[in-house]
């Protein structure tokens, strides 16, 4: 059998379903163990895919290089349904992300701006169902730690006019990647995560100083009456995550037991039962 190293607050997992409890349901997340140790240089070079051989190196067994054409070349604008462009995507954002939201919101790491979350193509309206030439729409998600805001608007790609804005609290879309970056910093930076960090060393013989060292998978988590401590009480209302490490290179570390709530940087670990 595989070893895991325990500890107090942390736990390097191997080859194990470790079973989340969200709000109301239960989601069960396989974490291999060796499987995808490996997978990806330190630097971030392709895998080697290897195939089998015959005895001698030839015949039936050998695979021989693949050819891997390049993309095409993307234009500025899409027509119809496509999906939307790179310059299409930034375009709409700035749009999206105008001088007044921009100076008066907030961004997960605390800059200046609204945290972008996402841009869509949006569908289309009822009575353009049918109708080829219908405008091209896309649908800007951001959220404002300022005050907490989810912030979606729709911006004619056409006319560069947003055209409906709508606002809401208490909705938590899943995280994007510069949210669980920020927190992996926190829980890093934080005594709570003094298991983290010693697993991360006897996993690697390395220190844990930065995100960067590990692949992030993580939860919205919203409060659940009596799973937590007080101090995540307004998880749901606050933006609250909970992270699934990896060692690049190396095996999970269990930390699902610990929640960063985003919206004030703080971190707590969830009751035991």
């Not at 695979?63 to 054409?69: D, F, I, L, S």
């Not at 998600?141 to 790609?157: A, C, E, F, Q, S």
């Not at 992030?216 to 909970?242: K, S």
Request: charged residues 25%; hydrophobic residues 35%.
């Amino acid at each position: 059998m595989r070893k895991t190293v325990h500890r107090h607050l942390g736990k390097v997992v191997a080859g194990a379903a470790v079973a989340v409890a969200g709000t109301a349901a239960m989601i069960a997340v396989t974490l291999p163990g060796t499987a995808g140790a490996d997978d990806t240089p330190e630097g971030g070079g392709r895998p080697v895919q290897q195939a089998a051989q015959g005895q001698d190196g030839r015949g039936p067994g050998r695979v021989t290089p693949g050819v891997v054409a390049e993309a095409p070349a993307e234009g500025a604008t899409g027509e119809g349904r496509d999906p939307l462009t790179d310059d299409e995507t930034e375009r709409v954002f700035r749009i999206a992300v105008n001088r007044q939201l921009f100076r008066s919101g907030e961004s997960v790491d605390g800059d200046r701006g609204p945290q972008r979350l996402g841009v869509e193509l949006a569908e289309p309206e009822a009575d353009e169902l049918d109708d080829p030439d219908a405008p091209r729409r896309a649908d800007v998600t951001l959220y404002d730690y300022r005050d907490d805001t989810l912030v979606t608007k729709t911006v004619n790609l056409a006319t560069g006019k947003v055209e409906r804005t709508g606002t809401q609290r208490g909705v938590q879309p899943p995280l994007s990647g510069a949210e669980q970056t920020e927190a992996a910093r926190l829980l890093i930076a934080d005594p709570l995560g003094a298991g983290l960090r010693a697993d991360y060393q006897d996993a690697t013989g390395r220190k844990l100083t930065s995100p960067d060292q590990l692949r992030l998978f993580a939860m919205v988590y919203r409060a659940t009456p009596g799973a937590q401590p007080a101090a995540l009480d307004r998880c749901g209302e606050h933006r609250c995550a909970r992270l699934f490490p990896k060692a690049v290179n190396g095996p999970w570390i269990d930390s699902r037991h610990l929640v960063i709530d985003l919206s004030t940087g703080e971190v707590a670990a969830l009751n035991r039962r």
